[in-house]
């Protein structure tokens, strides 16, 4: 219905009121608690068993950049996009005291179009900081992103609150947005604790 088309199309625009102002914002008021600092268990899991390998991978709303580091480091091809000026350039600092090498750049997801698909993605923060009304875009981004075959590493937030950022990435919730026509799923979803004292259930999907 034209309607519906016309609705999607102004979900998909640009990030609206969570945009670079507003997350500049929380680095400077130092209210950044997604932030480990340090790489996830997750991916530190998935480097140190082999399932996750050298490639060219993306990660978007990288932040200050320690999974950009650690994947770097271990020898992938990375690109890391975030919305905040100054955690842009707070990775590229970090890449070039390390003598590292990523692309990095500013700017909004839903704007954003590589030049050629990626072979994984690594989603930890973004998802979450989302509305759940633009999170059907950015599953199609997600998955114009990434290469037929090309696996998403994801660790999917979770919290009792419904409001956020972070909003609440609950199983049901992702098994519809990532549906089985386009995502296949692993078996189960691994618990991950979280400092903010909420759980990330982390898993591989693989897009068809």
């Known amino acids: 219905m034209p309607h519906h088309h016309a609705d999607e199309r102004a979900s998909c625009g640009p990030g609206g009121e969570l945009n670079s102002g507003y997350w500049q914002a929380r680095y400077d ?21 082999g ?27 990375v ?3 975030d919305y905040a000026p100054s955690a842009v350039q707070a ?24 030049q050629q698909p990626f072979e994984a993605i690594y989603e930890q923060t973004c998802l979450c900081a989302l509305p759940p009304g633009r999170w059907g875009c950015y599953e199609k981004r997600l998955a114009a992103w990434l290469a037929p075959g090309g ?3 994801a660790a999917f937030m979770q919290t009792d ?6 909003f609440a990435c609950r199983p049901d919730a992702m098994r519809q947005l990532f549906a089985a026509e386009r995502w296949a799923w692993p078996e189960s979803l691994e618990p ?13 999907l693989r897009r068809r």
């Open 91 to 114: 990775v590229r600092d970090a890449l070039a005291s390390r003598g590292l090498t990523a692309v990095i750049e500013q700017a909004d997801l839903f704007d954003y179009q590589p």
């Open 29 to 49: 008021e130092g209210t950044t608690g997604w932030d480990r600092g340090g790489p996830s268990p997750a991916l530190s899991g998935w480097l140190q068993s």
């Open 192 to 204: 991950v604790p979280h400092p903010l004292g909420m759980t990330e259930l982390t898993g591989v």
């Open 151 to 153: 696996r998403l590493f």
């Open 51 to 77: 399932d996750l390998t050298p490639c060219r991978i993306l990660v978007p709303g990288c932040g200050r950049g320690h999974e950009v580091l650690a994947l770097a480091e271990a020898g992938f091809q």
């Open 161 to 166: 609150s419904d409001g956020g950022p972070p």
């Open 79 to 81: 690109t890391g996009i």
